[in-house]
C-alpha cells in the first residue's frame, strides 16, 4: 500500500448550535481498503460522512482527496471527484422508479444528449439513455437486487431500499464510498450477504469507509477500524489492535 | 373546417395549454410560479415590437421567448434560494412588477397598451408549438435533465449528493417555464392583435397556476387536461348564463377538497 | 404643509391597508393559508355597509358594525366549507390556495351579478366640512376613519396581548406547535381567526366605500395581491408588522400618486416586496427562524 491515503481528514471541527459534534477529527484512508468508522449513537459518525461529502461545512480543519485540497466544494462536485454515498436513513427518489433511481446515479458520468438521440428517443434509439440504463442495471446486479426494477422505491422493502441506494452511489464510478449503516435491519445471512457485497466493491478497485454498529461484521470485514465517541477519535488501527484497547472496551464496546 | 368561433375557441385552448406547460415545468422542480403572466407579457410585447418593425414572425417569437428566458434566469437565481410559499409570493410580485413596468413604459404604447399587431398566428401554428413543447416535456423524463429536475423536486440534498448541480437545474427549470410563457405571449398577441398590461396580470398567472394543479402535475396530460377544463368548461355551462363563473367557482373548490393532486395526472406524495 | 396633507392622506389609506393586512397576517400565520379571497372578504364588507346605510338608514358606526358581524360570519363559512375539508384531507400546499382562489372567484361573480360590474356609489356619510388642525385641513371622513383604524388597532392589540384566545392566535401565527403546547383547542383558534380577521377586513371594506364615496366588485383583486405585499414586508404572520407595513404602503403609494405618477403607484410595493424577500425575507418584525421554511 501507497503511503499517500486516499482521504485525508485532519482537524475537523463541527458544532450545532455549541453543541460539539465533532471535535478536532482526523483520520485518514488508505486507497483500496475497507475502513470501518465505529462508535456509539450520537457520536458523530454521520457528521463525518456529511462533512467529508460535503453536506455540512467544517468550521475547522481541511479535507484531501488523493492529496488534493477539497475543503469547501459543494456535494455535486465533490462527487464528480470520486466520492459517494449512500443515506443512514433511506433517501432515495419516490417518483422515479428504482431503476430511474440508479441512473440519476451515472449522471456525472454521462455525456449530453445529442439532438439526434432526442429525436429518435421514442424509437428506443436515445443512446445515452441506453448507456445510462445498461450501467444502472448492471449496478443492480452488482448489489444483487432482485426486485422490479420499473416499480418506485417505495414498494421494496427497507433492505432492498438500501441496495438500491447502494448501486445508486455506485453508478457514478466512486474512488471512495461512503456507506452509513448499510446493514442496519438486515438479518445475519443478508448482512454476510452485503459483506460479500462490500468485498466484491473493493475487488473492483474501490474504497470502501463504511459505518457499522454490527461488530461481528465490521472486524471481520475490516482492514482499518477508526473508532469515534462523543465527536473526538478515540482509537484507530487494525481491528485486533482496536478491539484491545481499553479506551474502546469502556467507551463503546464495555456499553453495548 | 372550423368555423371563426370554434377557431378561436381552439387557439386560445392552445395558448392556455402553452401557460399551463410554462407552470409545470418549474413545478417539476418544485419552483411553483403565480407570476408567468408577467413572462407572458415579456414574450406578448417583445415579439409584438418586432413584427411592428417587419422582423419575420417565427423569428419574433423566438425572440420574445428567450428574452423571457433571460428575465426568467436573471429574477430566478437570486429567488431559488427560497422556497416553498416564499417563493410563490416571489413569483406573485414579479408578475406585478412587470405589470407595473409595461403600464410605464412608452414605446409599449403604456397603460393604453399596443394596438394594430399583424394577424400572424394561425391555429396550426398554435398546435404545431404545443405539439412541440409537450413532446419535449414528455421526452425529459428519459433525459438526464428532467431525471435531475424531478430529483430536485424530490429530495434537494439527495440530489445534490448525487451529483446533481441544483441551482442550474432550477435555473433551467424556471427560464424554460419563462421561455415557453414568452411564446404563449407572442403566440397570444398575434391572435388577440391587441395587447395591453392588464390582460397579464395575477389573474392570467392564477389561472395559468390553476391549469395545473387541476390538472395535476405529475405528467404533461395532466396541465393540458387542467387547460382544457377551465378554457372548455366555462363554454358548455353557457345555458347558466351569469351565473356561470360562480359555478365554476364551485367546482374549483370542490376538485381542491377532493381531488387535491388533480384531475387525471395526480402526482405521487413526497416531501415539498 | 402639501407633503403633511399628503402624509395624513398616505395614513389613513395605510390604516385600511393594515386593517386588511393583519387579517391575512392572522390566516397566514395560523394556518400558513394565502388566503387570496380575503379581499373578496373586504369587497363584501364594503357592500354590507352599503345596504346597511342605504337600506337600515343606519349610522356609520352601526354599519361598520354590520359589516364586521356579516363578515365574522363569511369567514366562518369559508373556514368550514373550502378550507376545513382540505385539513382533514391532508390536501396538499397547493390544494387551499385554488381553493381560496375559487372562493375569491365565488364571491366576486356573486357580487356582479347582484349588483353589476359597474362602480356602485357609496352615498357620504358626513358633513362635507373640514376640520383645521393647525395649518392642515382634514375632513371629518378622513378623521372617523383614522380614528376607527387606531381604535381596531388597539383593539387588536389589547386582543391578543391579553385575551386566552388572542394570545393562543397570536402565538399560533408567530410558531404554530406554541399553541398547541399552551393546550389550546386549535380548531377552535382558527374559526376564531378567520372571524376575527374577515371581521377587521369588512370593517376595513366599509372604510373604504366612506373614503371613496364608490365601491365595486373588483375592489377586492388589487386588495388580496397588496395584502401579500404588506404581509411579506411586515414578516409573515407578524400583526404587528401587518399594521406598521399598511402604514408604509399606504403612504408611500399616496406619496408616489403625488410626487411621481399615478401610473407607479403600486410599483413601490412590489419592488418593497422583493427587495425584502431577498434581503430580508423573514420581514421587518419576525425572528429569524420564520424564514427557513
Ligand atoms: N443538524 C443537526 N442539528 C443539531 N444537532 C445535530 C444535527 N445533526 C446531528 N446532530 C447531533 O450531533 C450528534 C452527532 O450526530 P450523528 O448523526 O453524527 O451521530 P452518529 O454517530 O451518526 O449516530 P447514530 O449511530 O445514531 O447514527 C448527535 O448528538 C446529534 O444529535
Ligand atoms: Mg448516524
Redesign the pocket.
Known amino acids: 500500500m501507497s503511503d499517500a491515503p486516499l482521504l485525508d481528514v485532519t482537524g475537523v471541527g463541527v458544532t450545532?448550535?455549541g453543541?460539539v459534534?465533532l471535535d478536532d477529527v482526523s483520520c485518514r484512508v488508505v486507497e483500496n481498503s475497507i475502513h470501518a468508522l465505529i462508535?456509539?449513537?450520537?457520536?458523530?459518525?454521520?457528521?463525518?460522512?456529511?462533512v467529508v461529502s460535503g453536506l455540512v461545512k467544517p468550521e475547522s480543519g481541511s479535507l484531501q482527496f488523493r492529496e488534493r485540497q477539497y475543503t469547501g466544494l459543494r456535494p455535486d462536485q465533490i462527487l464528480v471527484m470520486g466520492i459517494a454515498r449512500n443515506f443512514?436513513q433511506v433517501r432515495l427518489f419516490p417518483v422515479l422508479s428504482v431503476i430511474e433511481n440508479v441512473m440519476v446515479g451515472c449522471h456525472s458520468r454521462l455525456p449530453r444528449t445529442s439532438f439526434r438521440d432526442f429525436v429518435l428517443g421514442p424509437l428506443g434509439r436515445d443512446k445515452v439513455d441506453r448507456l445510462a440504463r445498461e450501467r444502472a442495471a448492471e449496478m443492480l446486479d452488482l448489489v444483487e437486487y432482485r426486485g422490479d426494477t420499473k416499480a418506485p422505491p417505495s414498494q421494496m422493502t427497507l433492505v432492498d431500499q438500501r441496495r438500491i441506494e447502494i448501486a445508486r452511489a455506485l453508478a457514478s464510478d466512486p474512488q471512495l464510498l461512503l456507506l452509513?449503516?448499510p446493514a442496519a435491519g438486515m438479518n445475519p445471512a443478508e448482512a454476510s450477504q452485503l459483506s460479500e457485497i462490500i468485498r466484491k466493491i473493493r475487488g473492483l478497485g474501490r474504497t470502501v469507509l463504511l459505518?457499522e454498529?454490527n461488530t461481528r461484521m465490521v472486524f471481520s470485514l475490516a482492514d482499518e477500524v477508526t473508532v469515534?465517541s462523543a465527536?473526538k477519535i478515540i482509537a484507530s488501527g487494525p481491528p485486533s489492535a482496536v478491539k484491545s484497547d481499553s479506551a474502546v472496551v469502556t467507551a463503546y464496546l464495555g456499553n453495548v | 373546417m372550423f368555423n371563426s368561433y370554434t377557431e378561436s375557441l381552439a387557439v386560445f385552448f392552445g395558448i392556455n395549454v402553452l401557460m399551463a406547460f410554462s407552470v409545470y415545468l418549474p413545478s417539476s422542480a418544485g419552483l411553483i410560479s403565480l407570476g408567468q403572466g408577467g413572462f407572458m407579457a415579456i414574450g406578448a410585447y417583445t415579439s409584438a415590437l418586432l413584427t411592428a418593425k417587419d422582423v419575420p414572425f417565427a423569428l419574433a417569437l423566438a425572440a420574445g421567448a428567450a428574452v423571457a428566458a433571460l428575465i426568467g434566469v436573471l429574477v430566478a437565481a437570486p429567488a431559488v434560494r427560497i422556497r416553498g410559499i416564499y417563493l410563490i409570493i416571489a413569483t406573485l410580485g414579479f408578475g406585478e412588477i412587470v405589470r407595473i413596468l409595461f403600464i410605464n413604459l412608452e414605446f409599449a404604447g403604456g397603460a393604453s397598451g399596443l394596438s394594430g399587431i399583424r394577424p400572424l398566428t394561425t391555429l396550426w401554428y398554435v398546435v404545431g408549438v404545443c405539439f412541440f413543447v409537450g413532446l419535449c416535456l414528455w421526452r425529459l423524463r428519459t433525459l438526464t435533465l428532467g431525471r435531475a429536475i424531478l430529483a430536485v423536486h424530490e429530495d434537494e440534498t439527495a440530489a445534490e449528493a448525487m451529483g446533481i448541480k441544483l441551482l442550474q437545474t432550477k435555473l433551467i427549470a424556471f427560464g424554460g417555464g419563462a421561455a415557453i410563457a414568452g411564446l404563449a405571449g407572442g403566440l397570444f398577441a398575434h391572435y388577440a392583435l391587441f395587447i395591453d398590461p392588464e390582460q397579464f396580470g395575477f389573474s392570467r398567472s392564477a389561472e395559468a397556476f390553476l391549469f395545473v394543479v387541476l390538472g395535476g402535475s405529475g405528467n404533461p396530460l395532466g396541465p393540458v387536461i387542467g387547460a382544457a377544463v377551465v378554457t372548455l368548461l366555462p363554454e358548455v355551462l353557457r345555458f347558466l348564463q351569469d351565473w356561470r363563473m360562480s359555478f365554476f367557482a364551485v367546482l374549483l373548490i370542490g376538485c381542491a377538497i377532493w381531488r387535491p393532486g388533480g384531475l387525471v395526472a395526480a402526482r405521487p406524495p413526497s416531501r415539498l | 404643509m402639501v407633503f403633511l396633507q399628503q402624509l395624513i392622506n398616505g395614513v389613513m389609506l395605510g390604516s385600511t391597508y393594515a386593517l386588511v393586512a393583519i387579517g391575512y397576517s392572522l390566516i397566514f400565520g395560523v394556518l400558513r393559508l394565502l388566503h387570496f379571497a380575503h379581499g373578496e372578504v373586504f369587497m363584501v364588507g364594503a357592500f354590507i355597509g352599503l345596504g346597511a346605510v342605504v337600506y337600515l338608514h343606519v349610522g356609520p358606526l352601526v354599519a361598520l358594525l354590520c359589516a364586521a358581524v356579516g363578515c365574522a360570519l363569511l369567514g366562518v363559512v369559508i373556514e368550514f366549507v373550502a378550507f376545513r375539508p382540505i385539513r382533514r384531507r391532508n390536501g396538499s400546499l397547493l390544494a387551499p390556495i385554488v381553493s381560496s382562489l375559487g372562493v375569491g372567484l365565488l364571491l366576486q361573480e356573486v357580487a356582479t351579478n347582484l349588483f353589476g360590474a359597474e362602480q356602485t356609489r357609496f352615498p357620504p356619510q358626513f358633513e362635507g366640512e373640514m376640520i383645521r388642525l393647525g395649518g392642515l385641513f382634514v375632513t371629518s371622513t378622513q378623521l372617523f376613519i383614522l380614528g376607527t383604524s387606531f381604535v381596531l388597532m388597539l383593539a387588536v392589540h389589547l386582543f391578543v396581548s391579553y385575551t386566552k384566545y388572542g394570545m393562543a392566535m397570536r402565538a399560533s401565527a408567530e410558531s404554530t406547535d406554541v399553541a398547541r403546547l399552551l393546550g389550546i383547542n386549535v380548531d377552535t383558534v382558527i374559526v376564531l381567526t378567520f372571524a376575527f380577521a374577515s371581521a377587521l377586513g369588512g370593517v376595513a371594506g366599509v372604510l373604504v366605500g366612506f373614503a371613496f364615496s364608490a365601491i365595486s366588485p373588483f375592489m377586492g383583486v388589487s386588495m388580496s395581491i397588496k395584502g401579500v405585499a404588506i404581509m411579506l414586508i411586515g414578516g409573515l404572520g407578524s400583526i404587528y408588522g401587518a399594521m406598521v407595513g399598511g402604514l408604509i404602503l399606504g403612504v408611500v403609494e399616496v406619496m408616489t400618486v403625488g410626487y411621481l405618477a399615478s401610473s407607479y403607484r403600486d410599483a413601490f410595493s412590489f419592488a418593497l416586496l422583493i427587495i425584502m424577500l431577498l434581503v430580508r425575507p423573514q420581514g421587518l418584525f419576525s425572528g429569524a427562524s420564520a424564514a427557513k421554511r
Not at chain 1, 456509539?40 to 456529511?50: C, I, Q, V, Y
Open positions: 450545532y448550535g453543541y459534534a462508535g456509539p449513537n450520537g457520536a458523530g459518525k454521520t457528521t463525518l460522512f456529511n443512514q452509513d449503516e459505518v454498529h469515534l465527536g
